[in-house]
C-alpha cells in the first residue's frame, strides 16, 4: 500500500551534515531538471546557485522557446560547463510535458536521480542537501514541503496562499491520501519511482501535474516523504499562474479519483 511520511525540522541539520560529509559528493548521478519560459533574468545566477550547492549534479534546462532569449542564454552557460545541458522546444508546451521530457532525456542517459526545480528562485537551491538527503535514506519520492512542520511560504498575499493550501486541501480530501503539499513543485525522484510512473500516460500539466505524479506514486506503493522548505515568491519576472492552470487541477484530481475506482473493481 502507498507510504507517505514527514521530516519534520529537527531531522534535517543531522541529514544535510551527512550530506557535507567528504565521503558524499552532492549531486552525484543526479539530474536536476529546469523548465523555463521568459527566465532570462534568472536562469544564470539560478544555475550557478545550484551547481554550487551540488557540484556533482548536471542540469538539464527546458526552454519553451522563451521569446526573452532564455534559450540562448542556456545555450551560453553550456558551452561553459559541461554540467549544463539544454532542450528546445518548439513553443510554450506546458510545465507538464516539460518535466516529462526532461525525465525521459535524463533516464535515457542513466540518471539515478532526478529533480524538479523552478527558475525563479522560488525554490531555494541550498536546500536542496534535504532532499538529496531524504533519498539517501529510502524515499522514493521526496517533495519539499511548504505544509509540514518547518515549512514556510514567504512573500505571498492571503489571497494566494490561501488558493494554495485549498487546492492541497482539497486534492488531500477527494483523493484520501496524507500528503500536505500536494502542489508542490520542488520534487526529487529515484530512478526506479519514475520508471514506475509511466511519464508516457501522462497529460496534466501545472499544479495538476504535481498532483498526479504524487498520487500516481502512492498508488505504485512507492515511499513519498516531505521535507520543509522555505518557499520565496520569485525574485523576478511574472508567475505562469492562471485560472485555466487552477482549473485544470480542479478536475483532475476527479478523473484520477474515478480511474483509481475502476481500478479497484
Known sequence: MAQSQSVGPEDA?????VLAAPSLRLGEGALIVVPTYNEGTNLRALVEAVLSVAPEAHVLVVDDASPDGTGRIAEELARRDERVNVLHRAGKLGLGTAYVEGFGWG????????FEMDADFSHDPTQL??????LEAGADVVLGSRSVAGGVVSGWG????????????YARTVLGIGVRDLTSGYKAFSRRALERLDLASVRSNGYAFQIELTYRALLAGLM????PITFVDRRAGSSKMDGRIFLEAVGMVWRLRARAWRRRA
Open 13 to 17: 541539520p543531522q541529514s544535510e551534515q
Open 107 to 114: 533516464l535515457s542517459r542513466g540518471y539515478q536521480r532526478l
Open 129 to 134: 542537501p534535504r532532499l538529496f538527503a531524504a
Open 158 to 169: 492571503p489571497g494566494r496562499l490561501l488558493l494554495s493550501k485549498g487546492g492541497s486541501a
Open 224 to 227: 513519498v516523504v516531505e521535507v
